[in-house]
Every structure is written in structure tokens, then in C-alpha cells.
């Protein structure tokens, strides 16, 4: 089993940058693919970006293309989600989750976190 703990979400505005991080407990992190998703208020939770577990594969929505990077530390048993030029429509709940392997659908995650908030003002 494995459990998830987000950080770093907060108040930024547009254009502004944000690093979520991702810690995980357990001896077992090195065997899941993790993703990150995003809901916002009234919206269904979408995917945002995914990496493999070894971490030489990386797929993101087209949304986040070319302004957010996933990345993980399997030491530190801790997956990244660097986010730079922040827009408004980002603003979310973003959850991190752990899936046996790299996948977009919410249905293929075994472990979800409890969200951090991303705010961006305009």
C-alpha cells in the first residue's frame, strides 16, 4: 500500500511559477508509475501529467504542454510537478496518485492523495 501526501500548492498569479511535490510512504514507491490530476470546482478530475517508474517516460495533457514538468526522485520517494507560466484556468485541487503503470485515466490509480489547492489570479 501506499500512501500519498501533497505540498506546495498556493496563491500565485499569472504567469507565476509553482513546484508540488508528492511524498510517499511505503518501501513500494519505486514499483508504481504516478500521475497528477486536477479538479476544478463543479468539473470532473482531469489528468495533468504522468511519469513511468523509472522516470525516462513522461506524457502530459495537451493543456500543460511545454509549461509543466513531471519529475520524481525515487530516493527521496517524492514525484515533482514543476508548473511555470501559470494561467488562471489552472486554478484547481491538484492530486497526485500511484497506478501500476503510466496512464491517463483516473480509473487506472490505485492511491490518490488528498489534493493541494493551486490558486492563479489574473
Known amino acids: 500500500q501506499v500512501q500519498l501526501v501533497e ?3 498556493g ?18 514507491f519505486g514499483l508504481y508509475a504516478l500521475g497528477w490530476f486536477r479538479q476544478a470546482p463543479g468539473k ?8 513511468n517508474r523509472s522516470g525516462s517516460t513522461t506524457i502530459y495533457a495537451d493543456s500543460v504542454k511545454g509549461r509543466f514538468t513531471i519529475s520524481r526522485d525515487n530516493a527521496k520517494n517524492t514525484v515533482y510537478l514543476q508548473m511555470n507560466n501559470l494561467k488562471p484556468e489552472d486554478t484547481a485541487v491538484y492530486y ?3 497506478s ?9 490509480y490505485d492511491y490518490w492523495g488528498q489534493g ?3 490558486t492563479v489570479s489574473s
Open 7 to 9: 505540498s506546495g500548492g
Open 11 to 28: 496563491l500565485v498569479q499569472a504567469g507565476g511559477s509553482l513546484r508540488l511535490s508528492c511524498a510517499a510512504s511505503g518501501r513500494t
Open 44 to 51: 470532473e478530475r482531469d489528468f495533468v501529467a504522468a511519469i
Open 96 to 98: 497526485c496518485a500511484a
Open 100 to 108: 501500476r503503470g503510466v496512464a491517463k485515466f483516473t480509473s487506472a
Open 116 to 118: 493541494t489547492q493551486v
